[in-house]
């Protein structure tokens, strides 16, 4: 089964980080991942998809603020200590990240999960003041009047078939071992 992991939060063992936490749909779980297993679903190695950070040029990871609009996140450097990574964005010690939107009575509401797991819905006045404190980290941005959310739906790509001469080989190896 496939799972949409929204990367929340770096953990830091000292000034060492050591692995990331994301937060699972549809389960609502919390897990933890290597820079290793992040990078191999990005790939397309896993069946997981995540959200939140994407590969540079160079191998690295990096925040994803082009596709799902992360500007921050937090680190978690001590026991129930978060601090932003980029600490001159935002002096607040919680995120929220925007996951979708549902209507309630007529009036959008957008789902959020905060940086301490909360999940919750708030109003879009709420939250375009959230994102003009920079304390909506990702998953949403404002462009002109209007809240753009980002999208939990990776485009499929299709996986690469096997050469010719491969399908040959396979297909003569295997009347080779009937005869």
Do not use: W
């Amino acid at each position: 089964m496939c799972r949409k992991l929204i990367i929340t939060n770096e953990i830091f063992l000292g000034s060492r980080p050591i692995c990331f936490e994301a937060y699972s749909l549809p389960k609502g779980e919390v897990v933890e991942l290597t820079e290793k297993q992040i990078k191999d679903a990005l790939k397309g190695i896993t069946s997981d998809e995540v959200y939140g950070m994407k590969i540079t040029g160079a191998g690295e990871l990096e925040l994803d603020t082009e596709n799902f609009f992360v500007t921050n996140m937090m680190k978690k450097v001590h026991t129930n200590t978060l601090i932003p990574m980029v600490e001159d964005d935002c002096l607040a010690n919680l995120f929220y990240i925007v996951i979708g939107t549902h209507k309630d009575k007529g009036t959008t509401m957008y789902d959020v999960i905060s940086s301490r797991y909360e999940r919750t819905s708030f109003t879009e006045e709420k939250v375009k003041t959230l994102l003009d404190m920079h304390i909506v980290s990702g998953g949403a941005k404002i462009q002109g009047d209007k809240i753009i959310v980002a999208s939990l739906e990776k485009s499929k790509q299709s996986k690469p078939e096997q050469s010719a001469d491969k399908k040959s080989e396979k297909t003569a190896v295997a009347d080779n071992e009937t005869k």
